[in-house]
């Protein structure tokens, strides 16, 4: 079969669609992925898992709220892909959260891309990544990219808040112009960082404030962050959090990097 030329070629999942029970999504060889609709979420005891491959693009004020478990494991060969559902267009879409005790969410071989709107965005925030209140368990993201993000109000390709958050050999690219941090550290959060690129982003590459946070970045580069405005220093805690870059003295865990503001 072959569907194409229509104003939709996906398939679009309402806002009370598919989560009564535990749901797996599989990609699709003749649509153009899904695309959920504004008010979809993942209720606290449920999970969604995507498969290999699966694509989600959605629209501007379409966020993707996680308040269960996500379980999210593309391969090499075949990524995951959650995006806008136009590329071209001027406010993307607003991102993916994950919020509360029970949310978790475990993602591989992820792209989350064009994430620039704050419409229908629960912080009013255009954040790529959103992890609020996730205590109990952790988000792991890993062989992943948060690229393109960006735009006119508060953003950040991840944002962590009260939150554990656990991220492995990941790329975080800004888009040229407009990008505020690559990675921003709120209240009481554990981030790991490890084997990752937080590289040429227009914006900071880490900004960490007030004075509970713990932020480990190791065997990563953060180079030719903040090309944008007056951001002077790559990385920047305002407060008294424990931010350590490099972590073991030996030299496979060292950190390259340019400006520091601690």
Request: hydrophobic share 40%; net charge negative; charged share 15%.
């Amino acid at each position: 079969n072959i569907i194409t030329g229509n104003a939709l070629n996906r398939i679009r999942v309402e806002a009370d669609a598919l989560m009564n029970a535990d749901t797996t999504l599989y990609p699709q060889a003749v649509w153009e992925g899904y695309e959920f609709r504004a008010g979809f979420s993942v209720p606290s005891t449920r999970a969604l898992t995507l498969q290999p491959g699966v694509i989600i693009a959605n629209m501007h004020d379409a966020e993707l709220r996680v308040y269960g478990r996500l379980h999210a494991s593309g391969t090499t060969t075949q990524p995951i892909t959650l995006t806008a559902a136009s590329e071209s267009a001027v406010y993307g879409w607003p991102g993916l959260l994950f919020d509360g005790p029970s949310a978790a969410g475990e993602l591989q071989y992820v792209n989350v891309q064009t994430a620039s709107s704050n419409y229908g965005n629960a912080s009013g925030m255009c954040n790529s990544l959103d992890a609020r209140n996730v205590l109990t368990h952790e988000v792991h993201l890993a062989h992943s990219q948060i690229t393109d993000f960006g735009g006119w109000c508060d953003n950040s390709g991840l944002y962590v808040e009260n939150s554990h958050v656990v991220v492995e050999d990941t790329v975080f690219a800004s888009k040229p112009n407009d990008a505020q941090q690559a990675l921003r550290v709120i209240g009481n959060s554990t981030v790991l960082v490890s084997r990752s690129q937080i590289e040429s982003n227009s914006g900071r590459a880490l900004l960490v404030e007030g004075d509970t946070a713990f932020v480990k970045v190791v065997n990563s580069t953060i180079i030719g962050n903040g090309t944008v405005g007056q951001v002077f220093d790559a990385v920047r805690n305002t407060g008294a959090a424990s931010v350590i870059l490099g972590g073991e003295a030996d030299a496979v865990a060292a950190v390259a990097l340019e400006g520091l503001a601690l």
